[in-house]
């Protein structure tokens, strides 16, 4: 079974850094995207950055020059480095996966396109 695991998120000042981790475990595709999402209350899921199995990587508008998404392959490990954040940064930030060949497909950003999901960590900036 696939497993996907979230932690690091908690609550810091506007300015600061965080960095979230997400271990996923049995996930044996050659294949995928990986990314990470955030939902804040009554707000719609958007993609915050996202890696494919070919080291590509994008990044949201809003977190372009502060988020920074990497992979430790050997782990399988995927990190996200918070810079600078702003309370509109704040919410439930979740990992997910998707088992896919389409290099565009990584360019999806809602629930129904991603296979696993983990249970988010949530991440909190006061101003």
């Known amino acids: 079974a696939i497993d996907i695991v979230e932690s690091g998120g908690g609550s810091v000042e506007a300015g600061g850094s965080l960095n979230l981790s997400c271990t996923v475990s049995g996930f044996l595709y050659d294949t995928y995207c990986m990314g990470w999402f955030r939902q804040a209350p009554g707000k719609a899921l958007i993609g915050v950055a996202r890696?494919?199995?070919?080291?590509?990587?994008g990044y949201g508008d809003s977190v372009k020059g502060r988020f920074t998404i990497s992979k430790d392959s050997a782990k399988n490990i995927l990190y996200l480095q918070m810079n600078s954040l702003k309370p509109e940064d704040s919410g439930m930030y979740y990992c997910a996966a998707v088992v896919t060949n389409l290099p565009s497909w990584c360019l999806r950003t809602t629930r129904s396109d991603y296979n696993f999901w983990g249970q988010g960590t949530q991440v909190t900036v006061s101003s």
């Open positions: 890696i494919d199995s070919d080291g590509e990587i």
